[in-house]
């Protein structure tokens, strides 16, 4: 395979389509995107499908912010297709152990210009009436928040892409990636190697193996995500938004028909040797029926339908890594999204393409890049919670 290109980004998922599209639309150079399968064929097409605006510092809100704009009008923006977008809102739940950093949070996208409110416990199932009101202290609403399709916003930013001049080569593994001393010039396939003025890795929990071999340690680990799709029983209510109960780990959201989507998260994270050994725990049934009886009792009864497992690749911080890697010239990464990929893409889309052509961007993603300090940056909930 004889290609040379300016920028060749690794991975067709959500967040390497949206980047793929802001450079091949702004004329700077020659856009490559290519990916061992083709667009959201990985783990953007296992994605619990919620976008939502709250985060605790204000890099990570301004993305969020942006990326939901961008969804609720995704035709009017990218010029073809559309996201799915169905705005359910979304409900954030916690005891008194998180009421501070739930109300930081809120105050901090209020001064941003997220519409979002602190709810106290009282009045939490005025947004989602079947959630268990008990022993919570207060919550978030986001009402403009909701749910969009993941593989709908990759198939569509790819073909925009391709449509603004972007060569795509699917089908195509990416082995390693190609260095002269300290630089990166390209990628290695099965088919041959592709040269690159600048290699965008973008493949999600992928990266640390093509990273492999090059003395490159970005600190990402693999998280093994678990969703369930369950059926509600007949005489049980449906769920009418996307809501979060953080003190049993349980995240909701509607689903047409009788059908919601679970996740329950375990206590502690598994760790998948590499994304092709995501499998789901045999205590998934439990784990799920556990935390619907603590959040959402009235679905404690709901049929288990289907399970899927998919992959989160995380970081130490549990934010994501963008930006070129110190000393390496020829490499940017965008990858260690810790599972809020879909949130940002857009966002990440606009302003990593700004940063490759040169340009500033309108958010400044400066605290992300992997030379900021200081980074750890501030994380309210979680494993990877710090103040």
């Known amino acids: 395979m004889d290609v040379d290109a300016d920028f060749v980004i690794v991975g067709a998922g959500i967040v390497g389509a949206s980047i793929a599209w802001q450079l091949a639309r702004h004329e700077v150079g020659d856009v490559l995107l290519i990916d061992a399968s083709g667009p959201a064929a990985g783990m953007s097409g296992r994605s619990f499908r919620q976008v939502r605006t709250h985060y605790s510092n204000e890099v990570t809100t301004r993305l969020a912010q942006r990326g939901l704009e961008i969804f609720r009008d995704w035709g009017e923006h990218v010029g073809v297709g559309d996201a799915g977008f169905e705005p359910v809102g979304y409900l ?5 152990d998180q009421a501070e950093g739930c109300a930081a949070n809120v105050a901090l996208g209020q001064r ?12 939490l199932r005025e947004f989602e009436p079947l959630l268990a009101a008990d022993g919570l202290a207060c919550g978030a609403w986001e009402p403009d928040s909701g749910l969009v399709d993941p593989v709908k916003v990759a198939l569509s930013a790819t073909v925009a892409a391709q449509m603004a001049g972007a ?3 699917f089908g195509r593994p990416v082995r390693a990636l190609r260095t002269t001393g300290d630089r990166v010039t390209g990628v290695v396939t099965d088919a041959g190697e592709i040269g690159a003025g600048t290699v965008v890795l973008a493949a999600g929990p992928w990266v640390p193996r093509l990273l492999a071999g090059t003395g490159i340690d970005t600190g990402i680990r693999l998280h093994t995500l678990e969703l369930a799709t369950v059926r509600r029983p007949p005489d049980a209510a449906g769920l009418t938004t996307a809501v979060t109960h953080a003190p049993s780990g349980l995240v909701a ?11 329950a998260y375990p206590a502690e994270p598994v760790e998948p040797a590499s994304p092709a050994d995501a499998r789901v725990a045999d205590d998934i049934e439990a784990r799920v029926r556990r935390a619907l009886r603590a959040g959402l009792p009235a679905l404690a009864g709901a049929g288990l339908v289907e399970t899927i497992a998919g992959v989160y690749d995380v970081t130490p911080d549990w934010h994501p890594l963008l930006g070129p890697w110190p000393g390496v010239d020829g490499l940017y990464l965008a990858a260690g999204f810790s599972g809020h990929g879909l949130k940002l893409a857009p966002a990440v889309g606009e302003a990593v393409a700004d940063e490759l052509a040169g340009r500033a961007p309108a958010i400044d993603i400066g605290p992300l890049h992997p030379s900021a300090t200081p980074r750890p940056l501030r994380f309210a909930y979680g494993p990877g919670a710090r103040a």
């Open 167 to 169: 060569t795509t080569v």
């Open 92 to 96: 954030l739940a916690v005891a008194a």
């Open 112 to 123: 941003l210009g997220v519409r979002t409110e602190l709810v106290p416990a009282e009045r």
């Open 253 to 263: 959201r509607c689903d047409r028909g009788p059908f919601a989507v679970i996740a």
